[in-house]
T-cell receptor, first 113, second 114 residues
């Protein structure tokens, strides 16, 4: 039983396309996150949602739009993909806010051609 | 500016020895510090959380210390095994209230040789 699952695992697409990544957690947590890990392995928070409400938006370009249909799901839609968007995107969840231990999915590897 | 630094070079040790990883920070006063393990192609896995009023925390072969004066946390793995080989990330809690979030170090790669 995967606790935090992301799909797809790999995403290869052309510059300018629009793509979505889905995330689901079955831990009953109330907070979910999107992170970006770049080629230097630096992990940076993008968004966090608590009970479907946006709590943190870390100066991410408007081309990135998260959506949380319910507490267990947090999706990420990216418009007009750019070369610099190539990275691994991780979804995570926690019970309580950002100071609590977080459970991560295994990431979506996005490659822009 | 705020910084979190971990040993940038990979750490190679012999099986059975104690591995010690360092996390230094500047311009933060974190109330919590967390350590995670990340294997290639996988997401980080939570290991330990230590609060600012705790000097030390243990879990099985793992020990974490937190020195708010030195602005440093040490992460120890005793009786290391090849299966402990991974990248270890420290993360501080930054922000306040609803804006609390984890600020991550770049991680230290540990290789335990049989």
């Amino acid at each position: 039983d995967t606790a935090v699952s992301q799909t797809p695992k790999y995403l290869v697409t052309q510059m300018g396309n629009d793509k979505s990544i889905k995330c689901e957690q079955n831990l009953g947590h109330d907070t979910m996150y999107w992170y970006k890990q770049d080629s230097k392995k630096f992990l940076k928070i993008m968004f966090s949602y608590n009970n479907k409400e946006l709590i943190i938006n870390e100066t991410v370009p408007n081309r990135f739009s998260p959506k949380s249909p319910d507490k267990a799901h947090l999706n990420l839609h990216i418009n007009s993909l750019e070369l610099g968007d190539s990275a691994v995107y991780f979804c995570a969840s926690s019970q309580g806010g950002g100071s609590q231990p977080q459970h991560f999915g295994d990431g979506t590897r996005l490659s822009i051609l | 500016s705020q910084k979190i630094e971990q040993n940038s070079e990979a750490l190679n040790i012999q099986e059975g020895k104690t591995a010690t990883l360092t996390c230094n920070y500047t311009n933060y006063s974190p109330a919590y510090l967390q350590w995670y393990r990340q294997d290639p192609g996988r997401g980080p896995v939570f290991l330990l959380l230590i609060r600012e009023n705790e000097k030390e925390k243990r879990k099985e072969r793992l020990k974490v210390t937190f020195d708010t004066t030195l602005k440093q946390s040490l992460f120890h793995i005793t009786a290391s095994q090849p299966a402990d080989s991974a990248t270890y990330l420290c993360a501080l809690v930054g922000g306040a209230g609803n804006n609390r979030k984890l600020i991550w170090g770049l991680g230290t790669s540990l290789a335990v040789n049989p």
